[in-house]
């Protein structure tokens, strides 16, 4: 059996805790008469529209992605495996939890309408539920495409990557610039923006992303990320905010790869402290847990909020959980009800979890990319 590479474990854990994290912070529902309505602190407190620098590590999935993949398709050629072979495993395995998840909710739902739970509540739940599959529909159209990354990788190398990222600045001035309407060229941007982490853990895999490499991408984002916020005025919140014309993420603008550069940066500017981190007993366990579980994790953490925020409306609503956003107390009241989020996320995935193992297939020494086991 292959040796875990503890620093890859710990980068996709650190990604799927700011998914988590963030997304447990900005997602504030409303207590009503009739159930949940979606609500966001981003819309009402402005200061918190940085904080999302932080939570928002999607570029960080992607680069682990980018690199398992490239490992893993290389090792499948080696033993024989046909490219479309490893492709439609590897789907498999991103696919079967979600697709485990739907049919769930669509059995359960509306059983739980009929025993009385609000029509507003169900509505939210869905609603909740569907939006970060986006995600996974872009990771799955990339992972499809892991062979023509290798292939880019092997006669561009990193220009690949900075093509990728001009890409996303051409969509950027079309998008923006005089007489445009934003909506029919923007969504141009998404796998570009997305594909720029991607292509960069291929080529990480390759070899050709040491520390000199790691401190230009740090130094690049930085100057590309002050340039956008201070001379271009593009919006300060990296994740989209209810209510506001711009955003950086629905569809994604230059700030997202700028962003991903800095944070790859510094992780891998950082490799020997977070390394040694690692080897804690209790953060490797955490690690671990999260790596073994993550596609649960990811699909099932917005109905942990839900489910817990339904019963606190039942009891009246609570503060961080039911009141509206509109001031700090909610912010740090939110951040003492995610012990028990966790807790109940905690529980769905003990339920759910044997979905993330894949079935009818030949064993694979692959290290996934999303999920290992």
Request: hydrophobic share 55%; aromatic share 8%; glycine share 10%.
């Amino acid at each position: 059996m292959r040796q875990r590479d503890r620093f890859i474990d710990g980068l996709r854990a650190l990604a799927i805790l700011g998914v988590v994290i963030g997304h447990w912070m900005v997602g504030a529902l409303v207590a009503t008469p009739t159930g949940l309505r979606i609500d966001s602190p981003l819309r009402h407190l402005e200061g918190l529209h940085p904080v999302t620098w932080l939570l928002q590590m999607l570029g960080l999935f992607f680069l682990v992605g980018g690199y398992t993949a490239a490992q893993g398709l290389r090792r499948a050629r080696a033993r024989g495996e046909t490219d479309a072979q490893w492709v439609r495993r590897r789907l498999w395995r991103i696919g079967r939890p979600v697709l485990a998840a739907t049919v769930i909710l669509a059995v359960a739902l509306p059983l739980l309408v009929v025993l009385g739970l609000g029509a507003s509540t169900a509505r939210t739940t869905v609603v909740l539920f569907l939006q970060p599959l986006w995600f996974m529909g872009v990771y799955a159209v990339i992972t499809a495409l892991t062979p023509y990354a290798l292939r880019l990788d092997r006669r561009g190398g990193l220009r690949v990557v900075l093509a990728f990222a001009a890409a996303v600045a051409v969509v950027d001035v079309l998008r923006f610039g005089p007489d445009v309407e934003p909506a029919a060229v923007g969504y141009l941007s998404v796998l570009p923006a997305w594909f720029f982490a991607y292509q960069l853990g291929v080529a990480w895999s390759a070899g050709r992303v040491g520390r000199r490499v790691a401190a230009g991408l740090l130094a690049a984002g930085l100057t590309v990320f002050v340039l956008l916020l201070a001379v271009l005025e593009y919006p300060v919140s990296i994740v989209s905010v209810p209510g506001s014309a711009r955003s950086n993420s629905n569809p994604p603008s230059l700030m997202v790869p700028a962003l991903a550069a800095i944070q790859i940066g510094v992780v891998l500017l950082l490799r020997g402290p977070i390394e040694r981190l690692l080897r804690r007993p209790r953060v490797w366990a955490v690690v671990t847990g999260l790596n073994l579980s993550a596609m649960s994790v990811f699909t099932w953490h917005q109905v942990a909020l839900v489910g817990v925020s339904e019963l606190a409306r039942r009891v009246g609503p609570l503060p961080g959980l039911g009141d509206a956003p509109a001031s700090a107390g909610w912010v740090a009241a939110r951040f003492a009800w995610y012990p028990v989020l966790a807790l109940a996320l905690a529980g769905i995935v003990v339920m759910v979890r044997r979905y993330e193992n894949p079935v009818t297939v030949a064993p694979s020494r692959e290290h996934d990319a999303v999920v290992t086991r």
